[in-house]
């Protein structure tokens, strides 16, 4: 069963700085893109950054670009995003999120439970 265990955030000052991690069972994780996006409340989960099976960065949301950096270890199943520059407007639920296949199920997306930032004087 494919599980995604989400740790970090909180509250943080502007300009501050945030880690968010998540660790990975179930499926074989060196060989899926990993994904991170956000909801504010009452609004669809937006995108904000994918990393490549290998390691490479794949993209970022234009908002966070130069501010937040994906990174993954496929040795400890993890998947983290360093987030600097925080902005009030970076205040959301933050999730992690894989598309995996399996024979019983076929594509699927599994989230993480999902990891609250709040970006506040």
């Known amino acids: 069963q494919v599980q995604l265990v989400q740790s970090g955030g909180g509250l943080v000052r502007p300009g501050g700085s945030l880690t968010l991690s998540c660790a990975a069972s179930g499926f074989t994780f060196s060989n899926y893109n990993l994904y991170w996006y956000r909801q504010y409340p009452e609004k669809a989960r937006e995108f904000v950054a994918s990393?490549?099976?290998?390691?490479?960065?794949?993209a970022y949301a234009d908002s966070v670009k130069g501010r937040f950096t994906i990174s993954r270890d496929n040795d400890k199943n993890t998947t983290t995003l360093q987030m600097n520059g925080l902005k009030p407007e970076d205040t959301a639920v933050y999730y992690c999120?894989?598309?995996?296949?399996?024979?019983?199920?076929?594509?699927?997306?599994?989230w993480g439970q999902g990891t609250q930032v709040t970006v506040s004087s």
């Open positions: 999120n894989v598309v995996v296949w399996s024979p019983d199920r076929g594509r699927y997306a599994a």
């Open positions: 990393v490549t099976n290998s390691g490479t960065p794949l």
